[in-house]
T-cell receptor, first 111, second 122 residues
Framework: QSVLTQPPSVSGAPGQRVTISCTGS?????????VHWYQQLPGTAPKVLLY???NRPSGVPDRFSGSQSGTSASLAISGLQAEDEADYYC???????????FGTGTKVTVL | QVQLQESGPGLVKPSETLSLICSVS?????????WGWIRQPPGKGLEWIGS???????YYNPSLQSRVTISVDTSKNQFSLKLSSVTAADTAVYYC???????????????WGQGTLVIASS
């Protein structure tokens, strides 16, 4: 059971903008711990998409952006493309658990 | 560019110990960073198992702490995972990863191995 909750699925047409929420609590996101986002394409290992809430590693398109407010964080994908169809996970640190926690995961479908 | 590769038995009997090794190339473990293990049961989400600093300091997921041991062998540039008393619930793809520490103190997993499936079954 994860302490970070994400919607199971989101979908959008090519070119649209979708957002994925990551809801935590006062012991993780609400405590100010950074949120990081990963993309997992089918059959592959996760890849970091955003780190430190809003930072993109080299090679990640600027269509991907992140934000954080209170006990939640969000990942936005603008200009949705077929290649964005994947599972997405948020990750943070939880002081109550004294460890890293992942979100429940969200499957993005491009219609 | 760092590369990580998991290796170990793909089948473990219930009640026995799961043992995996992560071989690192392109970077010397003794130079720094945290190194971790994450698992993913078939069709499910990611679960952090534990991490180790190059110096040997470890920290584990509290839900697994009583069964987990992570160690590092800098001479072989490898780190390993041992999970004791496995059950069917431990069936998963196991990933090793290098985590990067930000100035804020948070860590994220920036580099991952390809993962290895371990099935706990008799």
């Amino acid at each position: 059971q994860s302490v970070l909750t994400q919607p199971p699925s989101v979908s959008g047409a090519p070119g649209q903008r979708v957002t994925i929420s990551c809801t935590g609590s006062s012991s993780n996101i609400g405590a100010g711990y950074d949120v990081h986002w990963y993309q997992q394409l089918p059959g592959t290992a996760p890849k970091v998409l955003l780190y430190g809430n809003t930072n993109r590693p080299s090679g990640v398109p600027d269509r991907f952006s992140g934000s954080q407010s209170g006990t939640s964080a969000s990942l936005a994908i603008s200009g949705l493309q077929a290649e964005d169809e994947a599972d997405y996970y948020c990750q943070s640190y939880d002081s109550s658990l004294s460890g890293f926690v992942f979100g429940t995961g969200t499957k993005v479908t491009v219609l | 560019q760092v590369q990580l590769q998991e290796s170990g038995p793909g089948l473990v009997k219930p009640s026995e110990t799961l043992s995996l090794i992560c071989s690192v190339s392109g970077y010397s473990i003794s130079s720094g960073y945290y190194w971790g293990w994450i698992r993913q049961p078939p069709g499910k989400g990611l679960e952090w198992i534990g991490s180790i600093y190059f110096s040997g300091s470890t920290y584990y997921n509290p839900s697994l702490q009583s069964r987990v041991t992570i160690s590092v062998d800098t001479s072989k540039n490898q780190f390993s995972l041992k999970l004791s008393s496995v059950t069917a619930a431990d069936t998963a793809v196991y990933y090793c990863a290098r985590s990067r520490r930000l100035g804020s103190g948070s860590n994220y997993f920036g580099d991952w191995g390809q993962g290895t499936l371990v099935i706990a079954s008799s």
